[in-house]
């Protein structure tokens, strides 16, 4: 059995160390070597490798972060290549894959390949990726204080906004259109999962296509019937259709 390999890290010492080690293994071909997240989301999803060596620190997008980024079915076996035990020693915790830490010398790495080898025999195609992936991902995204994370894809990045950074968020079709500053980002997400995703971060639907961060209203203005316009900080003018004892409650808990 050949092992397709993708090496990830922004060092380029590293990504020649893990190389280095790897020529000397019979049965494994490097597929591609990345050293950054954005770059290594998209060649793992178009070479779709059988194990991934993956560093935990680096910019732009970090270890987890590229992992979130990848389509599930495209998540390889993943080997943790880090010199910061306090992110990979918690997360191989709760998962069967592996860990190096920096500097790793040949016979540990050696180890960490066979455990490799021995899931891959044990795992069809279509189900390489470790079962508590989705646990890990779900635990670093509580632990890095961001909260639920918005993914938004484009062809020349991938942006992780955080609850924070999103003014509201409008229905646009099978998409939506978050509204962060001056910027616009298109998601294909429907706005009830997008209003259940952000519940518990200080959002609410205030009408059938707008959902609200509500630490960005400035003031509201009183409309015939009792209905109001919200006008953000931004000075964004937004139609409120629910009841203004219903935003008063929320006001109170967010």
Avoid at 82 to 87: G, L, P, S
């Amino acid at each position: 059995m050949s092992l397709r390999v993708v090496i990830v890290d922004d060092e380029p010492l590293a990504r020649e160390r893990v190389r280095t080690f790897l020529t000397e293994e019979t049965d494994v071909e490097i597929v591609a070597e990345c050293g950054d997240g954005a770059e290594a989301v998209s060649q793992i999803e178009k070479l779709r490798p059988d194990v991934l060596f993956l560093d935990v620190q680096m910019p732009r997008l970090n270890g987890f972060e590229v992992l979130e980024a990848i389509d599930a079915a495209a998540i390889p076996i993943v080997i943790f290549t880090t010199a910061h035990d306090d992110h990979a020693i918690r997360a191989f915790e709760v998962s069967a894959v592996d860990y190096l830490l920096k500097p790793f010398k040949q016979p540990r790495f050696r180890k960490a390949l066979e455990r490799a080898r021995a899931q891959l025999r044990t795992v069809t195609d279509d189900a390489k990726g470790d079962p508590q992936l989705s646990k890990l991902l779900s635990q670093w995204r509580e632990e890095s204080g961001g909260g639920p994370r918005v993914m938004v894809k484009s062809p020349d990045r991938i942006l992780f906004l955080k609850p924070d950074e999103i003014d509201h968020i409008e229905a646009c079709g099978n998409y939506v259109v978050l509204h962060s500053g001056k910027e616009k980002h298109i998601v294909r997400e429907t706005m009830t999962a997008m209003e259940t995703r952000l519940s518990n971060s200080g959002f609410m639907r205030i009408n059938r296509s707008v959902i609200l961060n509500l630490s960005r209203i400035k003031e509201l203005q009183p409309m015939a019937a009792g209905e109001y316009v919200v006008i953000l900080k931004t000075g964004v003018k937004l139609n409120m259709t629910c009841s203004l004892r219903d935003l008063q409650a929320r006001l109170s808990h967010a």
